[in-house]
């Protein structure tokens, strides 16, 4: 991301999209993605159902976040298929943007821009009606409404992320996307991303969330996929990665 553009990605016509109930929330086969010689990702395979949430953990460097910018049309697949809500990012990038919300890792936000300008734009570009109430709420909840009028450019960090997350948040997305949503967030922020996720999963949403925080992945996630070197080496419970005994079997698949 350049840090340029705001998120979500513009949209053009919006046509009825209803869910199809057998649809995955997303589907990933054999992606891989190529930077000249680095390969990225090399063939994952991925599975979030409507209403699940799953966490990608993986070392620095593993293809995380380049999985979450394919899922998000940020970033072309070399090869393989990526799916969300059923639409082919490749082949309907605007039915598949308009079914995802997502939080970059870096970027994304506008630094002359305030949260609100941030939210106007967003429902501008997705053509949402009444999503001023919406906004509101997501803003005190993540305790951003005392600065829903300031410019971007002196947050902190954290106020940043958690801006993030109620930008990719608003329009109620059938697959969120949510790359370190914890990262440098306070208990409070933590909270508010953990409801987020909550709602998601209770509207029959899917949520994949990147992260190096296990312990807060464990907690609002079912299930784990580690990739490692751009391969999922596991997909396991989130039970089965819980507590010093998940701390362990963790560390044993990044080895
Ligand atoms: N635009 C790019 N150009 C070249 N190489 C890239 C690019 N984006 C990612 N990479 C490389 O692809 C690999 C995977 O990067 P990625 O950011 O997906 O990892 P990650 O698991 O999200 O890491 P982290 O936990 O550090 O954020 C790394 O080797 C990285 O250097």
Same mark, same amino acid.
């Given at each position: 991301?350049? @840090?340029?553009?705001?998120? =979500?990605? *513009?949209? *053009?016509?919006? =046509?009825?999209? =209803?869910?199809?109930?057998?649809?995955?929330?997303?589907?990933?086969? @054999? #992606?891989?993605?190529? +930077?000249?010689?680095?390969?990225?990702?090399?063939?994952?395979?991925?599975?979030?159902?409507?209403?699940?949430?799953?966490?990608?953990?993986?070392?620095?460097?593993?293809?995380?976040?380049?999985?979450?910018r394919v899922l998000a049309g940020v970033v072309p697949p070399s090869a393989g298929r990526a799916l969300?809500?059923?639409?082919? /990012?490749?082949?309907?990038?605007?039915?598949?943007?308009?079914?995802?919300?997502?939080?970059?890792?870096?970027?994304?936000?506008?630094?002359?821009?305030?949260?609100?300008?941030?939210?106007? #734009?967003?429902?501008?570009?997705?053509?949402?009606?009444?999503?001023?109430?919406?906004?509101?709420?997501?803003?005190?909840? +993540?305790?951003?409404?005392d600065v829903a009028h300031r410019v971007t450019a002196g947050f902190s960090h954290g106020m940043g992320?958690?801006?993030?997350?109620?930008?990719?948040?608003?329009?109620?997305?059938?697959? #969120?996307? #949510?790359?370190?949503?914890?990262? @440098?967030?306070? =208990?409070?922020? /933590? %909270?508010?991303? +953990?409801?987020?996720?909550?709602?998601?999963?209770?509207?029959?949403? @899917?949520?994949?969330?990147?992260?190096?925080?296990?312990?807060?992945?464990? %907690?609002?996630?079912?299930?784990?996929?580690?990739?490692?070197?751009?391969?999922?080496?596991?997909?396991?419970? *989130?039970?089965?990665?819980?507590?010093? %005994?998940?701390?362990?079997?963790?560390?044993?698949?990044?080895?």
């Amino acid at each position: 991301m350049t @840090g340029r553009e705001p998120q =979500p990605t *513009a949209d *053009a016509a919006d =046509p009825a999209d =209803p869910a199809d109930p057998a649809d995955a929330a997303v589907e990933v086969a @054999g #992606l891989c993605v190529r +930077f000249g010689a680095v390969d990225a990702v090399a063939g994952v395979d991925l599975r979030v159902e409507a209403g699940q949430a799953l966490a990608l953990l993986g070392r620095n460097g593993a293809g995380k976040s380049t999985t979450m910018r394919v899922l998000a049309g940020v970033v072309p697949p070399s090869a393989g298929r990526a799916l969300v809500a059923g639409h082919d /990012v490749h082949a309907e990038p605007l039915a598949a943007k308009r079914a995802v919300g997502y939080c970059p890792d870096v970027g994304g936000l506008v630094p002359r821009a305030t949260p609100w300008e941030h939210l106007q #734009l967003s429902a501008r570009l997705r053509r949402l009606d009444g999503w001023e109430p919406r906004a509101r709420a997501l803003l005190e909840q +993540f305790d951003l409404g005392d600065v829903a009028h300031r410019v971007t450019a002196g947050f902190s960090h954290g106020m940043g992320r958690r801006l993030s997350v109620v930008l990719a948040a608003l329009h109620e997305p059938r697959v #969120l996307l #949510l790359d370190e949503p914890f990262d @440098g967030v306070d =208990p409070v922020g /933590v %909270e508010a991303t +953990f409801t987020v996720i909550e709602d998601a999963r209770a509207r029959g949403a @899917g949520v994949l969330v990147s992260t190096h925080l296990r312990d807060l992945a464990v %907690e609002v996630c079912s299930e784990v996929a580690v990739l490692r070197a751009g391969v999922r080496v596991a997909t396991v419970s *989130a039970d089965h990665m819980a507590g010093d %005994e998940g701390a362990r079997a963790y560390r044993a698949l990044l080895a």
